[in-house]
């Protein structure tokens, strides 16, 4: 669980929560029975799509609901679920019956996206939304990162492009400011590109800031 938490980058306040969150039914077989994740996984799947929905929404301000809809639907998915577990250490925080963990349980998707689910539940009632949505920016980094991948637009990609259609060199990124604390800093960045003026924008990551920054200047471009 410390190695968790230290992935995470949060430490909880409710041991019990966070014990919960990792306990699968089968470890309540037999005599005594303890409380599980199910009831925590029911509240993690609503804040996983608030919060997939949200950051789509930020980073994706022009997109169709079409496309937001498809790429939410890879986002939340159990593969996304049990690779975002995988990479927090999940599986051996696990607590499973014995029976279940020498059936594989500890790398079964279903039983690692359920238990993912209900660590954002723990994290959205230990830590409230505002701090949840800034670990799971972080730890839902390569979800995202596989839905650009995918075909989602990226205004970097397209500003670079509409550059080059006008013999321009490649938009130049700087960041000019880093504030706030440590476990959520603010990046402030400033994109150039040829002759114009010079356009900041900010992200809670330098990869926000920088999108941010280009789609701000493809919508000046826009506006032209």
Known sequence: MAELESRLGYVFEDRQLLDRALTHASAGDGARKVANYEQLEFLGDRVLNLLAAERLMLLYPDAREGDLSKWMHALVSRDACAMVARSLGVPDALRLAGGESKRGGRDNPTILGDACEALLAALYRDAGLARTAE?????WAEPFEQVAAAGAPNPKSELQEWAQARGLAAPRYEVVERS?????????????????????????????????????????????
Do not use: C, N, W, Y
């Not at 670990?135 to 730890?139: E, L, S, V």
């Open 135 to 139: 670990i799971f920016a972080r730890i």
């Open 180 to 224: 706030g604390p440590d476990h959520a800093p603010t990046f402030t960045v400033e994109v150039t590109l040829g002759d114009q003026e010079p356009l900041r924008a900010e992200g809670r990551s330098r990869q926000d800031a920088e999108k941010a920054a280009a789609q701000a200047m493809l919508g000046r471009k826009g506006e032209a």
